[in-house]
């Protein structure tokens, strides 16, 4: 399951839409967001997707990074593999039960905080260098308050977590 702690995203895309539950129909968002992430955020997807699209080229320069705190280090796995492949490219995934994080104001007691949120639609840009751009939709049902306070950051850039649902939560099979 994918999980991002405190990232820097931009919300690119906010979507209102009506939701068949039953016979009613509910306000429900389809929220699009992007965010630059290390190559090692593939592991969420598979055990080889990283190997197949990423490698240490034997021509690049065997040097030992010094550690600086605060700054995490760079990919043992930098260079593309093949370099005529161009992303964007779909991975699937689709998981259920997610709560979204977004800082909004000055502490945690103003965050945006969206529960019951449904994960898909995912797509990877690798990048030279060992990093990835990831895009994702949050499918979540919506009120007016929350769709007027998503709706004012498109385009913006935030901080964002993710996180997964509990490990026996019932939606998993979703």
Do not use: M
């Given at each position: 399951m994918i999980e991002l702690t405190a990232v820097t995203a931009i919300i690119k895309h906010v979507s209102l839409r009506a939701e068949k539950h039953g016979p009613?129909?509910?306000?429900?968002?389809?929220?699009?967001?992007?965010?630059?992430?290390?190559?090692?955020?593939?592991?969420?997807?598979?055990?080889?997707?990283?190997?197949?699209?990423?490698?240490?080229?034997?021509?690049?320069?065997?040097?030992?990074?010094?550690?600086?705190?605060?700054?995490?280090?760079?990919?043992?796995?930098?260079?593309?593999?093949?370099?005529?492949?161009?992303?964007?490219?779909?991975?699937?995934?689709?998981?259920?039960g997610y709560t979204v994080r977004i800082d909004y104001?000055?502490?945690?007691?103003?965050?945006?905080?969206?529960h019951d949120v449904r994960i898909n639609a995912i797509t990877i840009d690798p990048k030279e260098g060992g990093s990835v751009t990831l895009k994702l939709r949050a499918q979540f049902g919506v009120d007016e308050k929350l769709a007027g306070r998503?709706?004012?950051m498109i385009g913006r850039e935030v901080t964002l977590s993710l996180e997964p649902p509990a490990a026996n939560d019932e939606r998993l099979a979703a």
């Open positions: 009613e129909e509910v306000p429900a968002c389809d929220l699009k967001i992007e965010t630059d992430q290390p190559n090692s955020i593939l592991a969420f997807f598979g055990s080889q997707l990283l190997d197949s699209l990423y490698w240490r080229a034997p021509t690049a320069e065997d040097f030992t990074q010094s550690e600086l705190e605060g700054v995490e280090p760079v990919s043992d796995r930098p260079n593309l593999r093949n370099a005529a492949l161009v992303g964007p490219f779909g991975v699937q995934y689709d998981g259920a104001g000055i502490d945690s007691t103003t965050e945006i905080a969206i998503l709706g004012v």
